[in-house]
């Protein structure tokens, strides 16, 4: 399997290649860029420039984050080292907006004392080329973390793709400086590249900050309830308290499911293992679950679909639904009793 929720196995590469790319991609551009800024001053190539040396930072720090990510648990994590991706992610994100309050500086100081730009060709060409490196590098390293579930794979490929964008920007305006001679155009570019990276830093640690704090993700609580609906069997009535922790590339399950109170233990932990074995199979070795069993009430015989079953206080019903607003629920699912029900459909 390639990657820990990645369903279909394919040729997947490892989240420390990824990471490895990022950085080879970010050194790069960063020599393209200063080899522009010297020929040109330009201060929206230098803006970039800033962005893409911040990139080499983000990036070496993305390839530790995931390869201690990829560590076993231990006495002391055991938990394993997944939490750390959210940590470089959040890192990325601060080191992003700072280089976008460094661009609104540069354009601001270029405002106030403009300066000749020679050979803006030349950089308006660079960062047209720079731009489509970017591009394509970036979308493909976002999509191998999305594959990955990495959190800082993901966040190195947005800040990479992030860079196209800068790069485009600058481009623009060293296009128009070149077409119109008006110096103004290259601080302005700086300006809206700073305005743009600050903006996208802020959405990089809003999404690590949300992975830290484990908000809840539906589309992944729905997938973990197709997973169990894949296996779903009499007697397994009513999955509730589903509660999800994202562990960088793995994630942690914990859920209550309620089994007939007159199931032995053996045969409900051996429908735990089941349970757990199919998300397993959903999500990847490296997921962890933690079922805790519950005895059936008399609330809950309206919907169990258990036929043979000598203690009904209600008529045979439909089970209920398990979706991923369903299991999320913390009460268990309850129906009113009807005492003078017998056993069997009515």
């Known amino acids: 399997m390639s990657g820990p929720f990645e369903s279909v196995p394919s040729p997947t590469r490892s989240p420390c290649y990824w990471a490895a790319v990022g950085l080879a991609v970010g050194i790069a551009l960063i020599v393209l860029k200063f080899v522009g800024y010297l020929a040109t001053n330009s201060a929206a190539v230098l803006s970039d420039a800033l962005e893409s040396l911040v990139n080499i930072v983000t990036s070496s720090v993305a390839l530790y984050s995931v390869w201690l990510s990829s560590r076993p648990h231990d006495h002391n994590h055991p938990y394993g080292h997944g939490k750390v991706e959210y940590f470089s992610a959040t890192l990325e994100g601060l080191f992003v907006g700072a280089a976008g309050l460094g661009a609104l500086t540069i354009g601001v100081l270029r405002l106030l004392r403009p300066q000749e730009l020679p050979h803006i060709e030349l950089g308006a060409a660079i960062e047209l080329g720079a731009g489509v490196i970017a591009l394509i590098a970036g979308t493909m390293i ?3 973390g999305d594959r990955l579930e990495s ?3 993901a966040a190195d490929g947005r800040h990479i793709r ?9 481009f623009i305006g060293a296009s128009l400086v070149a077409l119109t001679g008006i110096a103004l155009f290259d601080a302005l570019a700086a ?3 700073g305005l743009f990276l600050i903006y996208e830093g802020s959405n990089v640690v809003r999404r690590a900050v949300a ?15 197709a997973a169990m609906v894949r296996v779903r069997r009499p007697g397994w009535i009513a999955p509730h308290a589903v509660k999800v922790h994202r562990l960088g590339q793995a994630i942690h399950v914990d859920l209550h499911l309620v089994f007939p109170r007159f199931w032995t233990i053996e045969v409900a932990h051996g429908a735990s293992h089941d349970l757990v074995d199919a998300l397993r199979e959903e999500f990847g070795p490296r997921t962890d679950v933690m079922v805790h069993n519950e005895p059936c009430e008399d609330a809950q015989c309206a919907f169990c679909d258990l036929e043979d079953c000598a203690i009904r206080k209600a008529p045979l019903g439909d089970p209920i639904s398990w979706t991923g607003a ?3 629920r913390r009460p268990r699912p309850e129906a009113p009793v009807c005492h003078g029900a017998t056993e069997g459909r009515r």
Do not use: V
Request: proline letters at 6%; glycine letters at 8%.
């Open 142 to 144: 976002l999509r191998a």
């Open 211 to 225: 992975g830290l704090m484990d908000e809840a993700d539906p589309c992944l609580l729905d997938r973990i309830a």
């Open 326 to 328: 369903d299991i999320s």
């Open 162 to 170: 992030a860079d196209a964008i800068t790069s485009f920007g600058a």
């Open 151 to 153: 959190p800082t794979i």
């Open 191 to 193: 300006l809206g590249i």
